[in-house]
């Protein structure tokens, strides 16, 4: 079963303060002045508390950190191992040959952040995101040909997505190693589509599972009088009745996360069981969203990728000035 837990974090009084009185708002790992869009505190996990400290609690997943900064390679490397366990059962031994290209993907972008030599390092961490790279494309085939076969409420394919997502993560923070912060953007918003649609993909597998029954209705009219049918439809299961609206929104060109938002509502309208997994990949998102937010801040800094984490971990800030 996946981690879904919530977590503790030890912010600053006036964090809190801003975060009661409206001025402050929080987006994944982040909180940010909600008028002026900057952002004034990462949350940061472990460590003693400081003084003048409260709690603030948070949904944490199984997926990643809260922040971008403080997702590293030791962090991603140890979620690797625990999946790679589980899946060491359902996959061939192919597959779990190729699974030795995202531990060593993970291992050389461990040892490229604490190369000094610039060229050293890039070079590596250029050979290390290759085979991110190629071990997130296998997976995420693997992962589409599970889901074909995920049940409504037992979805096998979704250790092999927490696999792919890892596999981003490292290819994201891997970038913004190299400074590459635009590309390390794009791919975070490549991510976050990504789950977006499997998301959706749960909940319409969810719902599905208890009306395979109904199918029939589509092509029934050919056999059966119009008055009897009108009869029948009105034993459609609440989840018919929730697909129905989510086939209205995708004919009508509703983006993927505003469906999303809306398939959520008609399931808890009607009472419908939101899958553990859907509600981790939502509050997931919301870290996302929270790490396209951090990666624009970085931009702006003069420092290293490496020095900005090691201000964000030890105050849970960056330094104003170099």
Not at 23 to 42: A, F, L, P
Not at 128 to 154: P, T, V, W
Not at 184 to 201: G, S
Request: charged content about 30%.
């Amino acid at each position: 079963m996946n981690k879904y837990i919530e977590e503790s974090f030890h912010v600053p009084e006036q964090i809190i303060r801003g975060l009661e009185d409206d001025s402050y708002e929080r987006i994944g790992g982040i909180i940010r002045n909600k008028n002026t869009k900057d952002i004034v505190y990462w949350l940061r996990e472990g460590g003693q508390p400081e003084k003048n400290t409260e709690i603030i609690m948070i949904k944490s997943t199984s997926l990643g950190k809260a922040t971008l900064a403080l997702t590293d390679f030791n962090y991603l490397n140890e979620s690797f191992k625990e999946i790679r366990k589980k899946l060491e059962v359902a996959l061939i031994e192919s597959d779990l040959r190729n699974m030795t290209k995202i531990e060593s993907g993970f291992s050389l972008s461990k040892e490229a952040e604490s190369i000094e030599d610039h060229d050293s390092s890039r070079f590596q961490m250029i050979h290390a995101m290759s085979l991110l790279e190629e071990g997130l494309n296998i997976y995420r085939n693997i992962h589409e040909q599970q889901r074909k076969n995920d049940k409504k409420i037992r979805f096998i394919s979704y250790d092999s997505l927490r696999l792919v997502v890892l596999s981003q993560m490292g290819i994201i923070r891997s970038y913004a190693l190299l400074g590459e912060y635009n590309i390390a953007a794009l791919r975070i918003q490549k991510l976050k589509n990504f789950l977006l649609d499997c998301a959706l993909w749960y909940c319409r597998r969810r719902c599905h599972g208890d009306i395979e029954w109904y199918e029939w209705i589509y092509i029934a009219p050919l056999y059966i009088p119009g008055k009897i049918m009108s009869k029948l439809k009105d034993y459609a299961t609440v989840e018919w009745k929730v697909l129905e609206e989510i086939r209205r929104c995708r004919k009508e060109n509703v983006s993927i996360q505003d469906t999303l938002e809306i398939f959520i509502n008609k399931m808890q309208k009607r009472e419908v069981d939101i899958p553990v997994e859907v509600q981790e990949l939502i509050d997931h998102l919301d870290y996302i969203d929270g790490y396209s937010m951090e990666i624009e801040a970085y931009k702006n800094r003069p420092v290293k990728f490496k020095k900005i984490c090691d201000e964000i971990s030890n105050k849970g800030a960056m330094e104003l000035n170099g």
